[in-house]
């Protein structure tokens, strides 16, 4: 399955690629393959570009050590998100990090009239990031996950609801209202 | 009624295709949160600084232990 997240291994033998230095065992087609997924999700799921390296950094090594343990019931990419998913709460469970979100902040977006269908419009490329990290930060943790794992083409419903213990229909189900949530937080951001 | 303008018909036009043509090369659509998301992804490169890093740690890792053979025997 093509996806936008990760680019194919034969583009990727520059040298300024990230996984220069890491020889060309397996483990570092592994973090050629997905070290981009996985920086992007730490990223955006601590809201801070050191703690995210600090983070990817750790999550590939535990899977170096780890790799033995692979069964293959899973794919490589789902393996290393539950990794990275139990790596990312454990710590902002130790930094206190988590934004909690009061009843009167929920009811901006269930108030807010939907306009989910209407294109999200950004005018500078590089306050792309920035904006998405604002409203990404002001959603509950759960939907924050849900959307970085859907939007990762790489990964079913199926797939993203065993990473976040719950059923496909679960995940559709609370998608609707995470991407509204998202939209009304995002044109907030102007 | 149509407003007054100092423009002639010509200079309006040019105008116009100045101003679309700054839109479509600054503004940018997204269908879905998801293809936002995607598109910034993309665009988020991975510091290099995280594959010297783990070339490092890699190396100071000890050799991994033979499995015992009740391990293999029982799996595990």
Redesign the interface.
Same mark, same amino acid.
């Given at each position: 399955m093509n996806s936008? #997240?990760s680019e194919p291994l034969a583009e990727r033998e520059c040298p300024?690629e990230?996984?220069?230095?890491?020889?060309s065992s397996e483990?570092a087609e592994l973090?050629t393959e997905h070290? $981009?997924?996985i920086?992007?999700l730490c +990223? $955006?799921l601590l809201s801070d570009?050191e703690k995210a390296?600090d983070a !990817?950094?750790d999550v590939? +090594?535990k899977a170096?050590?780890k790799m033995?343990q692979f069964r293959g019931e899973s794919s490589w990419r789902t393996w290393l998100y539950r990794i990275a998913i139990n790596h990312c709460r454990n710590l902002q469970a130790a930094w206190h990090e988590r934004h909690m979100l009061t009843n009167a902040d929920e009811a901006i977006w269930e108030t807010t009239p939907a306009r989910?269908d209407s294109?999200? $419009?950004? +005018?500078? !490329?590089k306050e792309?990031?920035q904006r998405?990290q604002k409203a990404l930060d002001g959603l509950p943790p759960e939907y924050r996950l849900l +959307?970085?794992l #859907?939007?990762?083409?790489q990964l079913s419903y199926e797939q993203v609801g065993a990473l976040t213990d719950q059923s496909a229909d679960a995940v559709r189900g609370k998608l609707h209202r995470? $991407?509204k949530a998202?939209?009304v937080l995002?044109q907030k951001t102007t | 009624m149509k407003r007054e303008t100092k423009l002639t018909q010509q200079e309006q036009e040019q105008l116009a295709a100045g101003q679309q043509q700054t839109q479509s090369s600054s503004a940018q659509e997204f269908t879905s949160v998801e293809a936002m998301l995607r598109h910034d992804a993309l665009h988020t490169p991975v510091p290099p600084s995280i594959a010297h890093r783990l070339e490092e740690s890699v190396s100071q890792l000890p050799p991994a232990p033979a499995r015992g053979w009740w391990r293999r025997f029982f799996g595990g």
């Open positions: 936008i #997240v300024d990230p996984h220069a230095g890491l020889g483990f973090y070290s $981009r997924a920086f992007y +990223l $955006r570009p390296e !990817t950094h590939f +090594l170096f050590r033995d989910t294109p999200l $419009r950004v +005018l500078e !490329t792309l990031g998405i +959307l970085l #859907v939007a990762d083409e995470a $991407r998202f939209a995002f | -």
